[in-house]
């Protein structure tokens, strides 16, 4: 019964279901062929140090050359994998409820189902575990090619590609789904719900990260910047402040109401600047909060969807 | 007669509209062919939809086998088959797929009785429903309510897209299908002529509210039609006048004692017949017209207190 129901919903959604499996199938070939370029130019660790550092020997030009070139060709890839979460979640949330209602069909299954629930289920349940794994394949191979691109990160400690890679790829692209579904369940019209979708997707994919960067300022840790200060990549950076005598941190916005005078002087506040940063090593930690609160949101908008669905009329 | 369809005063009215229907009071027998007529906008879709848990009443209420279909949705869908007004088949599916899709929603869905319909009326199971036409989607919209073996079926215009012969074939699928089974057919529709071959009960719906109520056989035995002008308005028995397509008008006349009360006097073995009999497509458009000079009489009517 089970793969009756998986195999129909699919077919119901070929369209959707094809172009998003063919998206995700070259972005994860792009993305493996340039990690395998970039892993065969030959750029030593040494080399891959000095880059870093801007002091290339002649030795590695050539390859740190070749490498860049090859830089070069990920970024439509990379630009793509970004916009994949929101591709993909609109064309697999928008069309399951709204352009059943705006088809019709809702009347021709809804009389049929006792069970309007079951019905929501059996059309949201397949796409959905076909969208999180997809994306979360897109994902990974998203995480491959930041590996390649930046090889001497651990990835699993670096917060390097934060949100562009791994598993919020997965939850981004179903919070999106989430919210087509529940903004077509009460629209039921397909074009509008892609554009609100999209809006109110977006807008709480951006609060969820604004929202988590108030959490994270919280548990920051503060960096003295000094002319020798070296900031690693791997570091998420938050904000600038500045240090006060009695050891306070506070933003310029605040020092200039605690200390007026104290932009009189050309310099500048006479203040250590602090950074604040969370470091690579937390990413795991930080990273699975932001998942777990897109996918609770996107549970949300699910079940709002399912409860307009058992109330509203079929067209 | 046990009622399976009933209205109590049900009335609804969509936000912003008028009344699409009000007061209404209906019982639908068990084991009947109802049919449902009336002008676009007289509130079938709408009884029909209610019936099924779609829509809900904004007064009185409705009832399904004995149940409240909005309180228990479940159990209305349960007890009912329906066919929408609008082939609403999922163009991406064959229409075998329908077929499999329905054992996935209802529990005791049968299928091999759906198949068995569709191939009676010639339909490839393999067809997709966007290579169908019109008729065939209707078939199949009919074969699948067939299919759920619920005792009762709504059908809402499903003849409005199908040519003569479809028709036909439809009906034929549907009385077949009713009879053998004791079920009940409550069918909405513009088209008498195929009304009467297959229905046995009849309900004229016009300006929100029941014009006719009865069986078919009554309805044909108690009206006839004479000359508008022949006919002295006001007359004990007049239902309504109407106009021909040959410029003629007529009257319809309702005659003896029909369950819809007193007629005029004419047709009893003392007294000589009147006019001629009236088909049903005359019963239905005279008490569509009454229905409608009703309406403008009420609309005309001063109402207290406000001046004109």
Not at chain 1, 94 to 115: C, D, F, K, Q
Not at chain 1, 303 to 308: E, L, M, R, Y
């Amino acid at each position: 019964m089970i793969r009756r129901i998986v195999r129909l919903t699919f077919r119901m959604h070929r369209f959707e279901v094809g172009a998003i499996v063919i998206l995700a199938a070259l972005l994860i070939l792009g993305s493996i062929i340039v990690s395998w370029a970039l892993a065969n130019v030959g750029l030593s660790p040494e080399c891959q140090r000095l880059a870093e550092t801007g002091e290339l020997p002649d030795s590695c030009v050539v390859a740190f050359e070749t490498f860049n070139k090859i830089v070069s060709l990920a970024s439509p890839i990379s630009l793509l994998t970004t916009l994949f979460p929101i591709i993909a979640g609109l064309l697999i949330g928008g069309p399951i409820v709204a352009r059943e209602i705006e088809r019709g069909t809702t009347s021709l299954a809804w009389s049929l189902s006792p069970s309007r629930l079951r019905w929501f289920l059996h059309r949201v349940v397949p796409m959905a575990l076909l969208l999180v794994a997809v994306s979360f394949t897109v994902g990974a191979a998203a995480d491959h090619l930041t590996h390649a691109l930046s090889p001497r990160a651990d990835l699993s400690a670096s917060f390097i590609g934060f949100r562009f890679r791994g598993v919020l790829l997965a939850t981004q692209a179903f919070l999106l789904a989430s919210t087509a579904v529940g903004v077509g369940a009460l629209f039921g019209r397909a074009v509008p719900t892609f554009l609100l979708s999209l809006i109110l997707g977006m807008l709480t994919i951006v609060s969820v990260g604004l929202l988590h960067r108030q959490i994270l300022l919280d548990e920051a840790v503060v960096q003295r910047q000094d002319e020798n200060t070296v900031f690693s990549s791997d570091d998420l950076y938050l904000d600038n402040r500045l240090e006060l005598p009695d050891g306070r941190l506070v933003t310029y916005e605040e020092l200039i109401r605690i200390d007026p005078r104290a932009f009189e002087s050309e310099f500048g506040p006479q203040y250590p600047n602090v950074s604040l940063l969370i470091p690579g090593d937390r990413y795991r930690i930080v990273e699975t909060r932001e998942a777990a609160v897109e996918l609770v949101l996107g549970l949300v908008f699910l079940v709002g969807g399912a409860f307009v669905v058992t109330r509203r009329r079929p067209t | 007669m046990t009622a399976v369809l009933e209205a109590h005063g049900y009335g609804k009215r969509y936000r912003g509209r008028p009344w699409a229907l009000r007061g209404l009071d209906l019982a639908v027998p068990e084991g009947s062919i109802t049919a449902l007529v009336g002008p676009n906008g007289s509130g079938k879709s709408t009884l029909i939809r209610g019936w099924i848990g779609f829509e809900p009443p904004t007064e009185g209420r409705l009832s399904i086998a004995g149940i409240d279909p909005q309180r228990h949705r479940k159990t209305a869908v349960t007890r009912s088959g329906y066919v929408p007004q609008q082939p609403a088949l999922y163009r991406e599916l064959t229409v075998a797929e329908h077929i499999e899709l329905a054992t996935t929603f209802r529990a005791g869905f049968d299928a091999d009785l759906a198949r068995q319909y569709v191939e009676r009326l010639g339909i490839p199971l393999r067809a997709q429903a966007n290579q169908l036409s019109g008729g065939e989607q209707a078939q199949v919209g009919l074969a699948l309510a067939l299919g759920t073996r619920a005792r009762i079926l709504l059908l809402d215009e499903p003849l409005a897209s199908l040519d003569p012969l479809a028709r036909r074939e439809f009906l034929h699928v549907l009385v077949t299908a009713v009879r053998g089974e004791g079920h009940t057919a409550l069918l909405s529709s513009h088209v008498i002529t195929d009304i009467e071959q297959a229905c046995d009960r009849l309900v004229v719906l016009g300006r929100g509210r029941t014009l006719l109520d009865l069986s078919v056989a009554d309805a044909l035995a108690h009206h006839r039609v004479v000359e508008a002008a022949s006919w002295e308005p006001g007359r004990p028995g007049t239902v309504g006048t109407f106009p021909t397509t040959t410029d003629e008008r007529l009257t319809l006349v309702r005659v003896g004692a029909s369950p819809e009360g007193p007629g005029a006097l004419g047709t009893g073995p003392a007294a000589a017949p009147i006019g001629r009999p009236a088909t049903l497509e005359e019963v239905v458009i005279g008490h569509l017209a009454a229905g409608r000079r009703r309406g403008q009489l009420e609309a005309d009517e001063p109402v207290p207190g406000v001046a004109s």
